[in-house]
């Protein structure tokens, strides 16, 4: 997936286990974002390992815990503080019986409908697939081939699919202001109902700017990091809406993230990591049915992997997304394929 500053061809992901010591055990994941969170895969790990001691043996009086117990342990690394977060509410599922949408506070819709990722250079021959797979809403990375490429394929895009479709475009962080500003002036002729991240995550002037300089509306993702972010940028009507993922706020993060952003009218879209396996993508179907509003969709991402880890994987049916009934994530690890996927500290 060629993005702005990075290709993304392989997944450095980490995965957590949690018991209980009677049998039951949930897995949470965290994909490596150097460029987002600033996380990589062998600092995760430290984390994760210099917090395993304090973890182990304690009591969680309720699921509203789980969260600052975390953080507190966790300090630096949002995504090992999302992976073991997400683990141990897999298993508070487990032990309880209980799917997660229903420990989140319970689903306010049944399905929510996936944004697909479209690059560049893919979308004459992907586009057409996904609409006759039921997908209703595409997202084109830009911010790599210059302005008038990009804005080009967006239209193309847009021509493709209609005008019953949701078309947007995430430069992630890529454009300089200029080009920015270039960009958001001709997104509306283009077809876009969104812009993700035009400008570097600390250009809130430069996002503002943006914001004025078309009326198709602008989203953060990167500058989206803590529900401080999120009142920042909307102070600075800096952003209308946008990303949020477990990666960098962790579930009850994204939650409590999704319930501001509603109350101030900012549009959510809700995303995994390029690339999660299906333990990341189905904490995203459950969050996808509680959140309580999801304007810009939900972009789940274990699709793209060549190989998952599940017994059987997050299914994306008729372009829409859907958490399982079964208790925790509903999520099985097949562990013939962790095994081969698995690489140790020291690379192998």
Known sequence: MPMSGETVSVSRNLLVRVSDGEGNAGWGEAASAPLMTGDTL??????VESAAPRIAGLEIASAGDIRGLVESMIPKSPGARCAVEMAVLDLV???????????????????????ALVASEQYETEVERLLQSG??????????????????????????????IRVSADANGGFGLADALAFAAGAKDAGLDFIEQPLPASDL??????????????????????????????????????????????VGGVLA???????????VNLAGKVAESSVGSAAIAHLAVTLPQLDWDASAT?????????????EIVNGALAPSDAPGLGIEVDPDRLRALFVGQDGT
């Open 42 to 47: 062998p600092g995760m790990l430290a984390a």
């Open 93 to 115: 599922g487990r032990r309880t019986r209980t799917p997660l949408y229903e420990i989140l506070g319970g689903r306010v819709r049944d399905s929510a409908a996936v944004l």
């Open 135 to 164: 997908v209703r809403a595409f997202k084109v990375k830009v911010g790599i081939d210059g302005v008038a490429a990009d804005l080009s394929t967006c239209h193309a895009v847009r021509t493709a699919v209609g005008r019953d």
């Open 205 to 250: 002037a430069g996002m503002a700017a943006c914001v004025d300089a078309t009326s198709v509306p602008i989203g953060a993702d990167e500058g989206f990091r803590s529900v401080e972010d999120i009142r920042l940028h909307h102070e600075a009507r800096a952003a209308s809406g946008g990303s949020l993922k477990p990666l960098k706020m962790g």
């Open 257 to 267: 993230a999704g319930k501001l952003m509603n109350a101030l009218e900012m549009k």
């Open 302 to 314: 274990c699709q793209y992997l060549s190989t998952d880890l599940a017994v059987q994987p997050v």
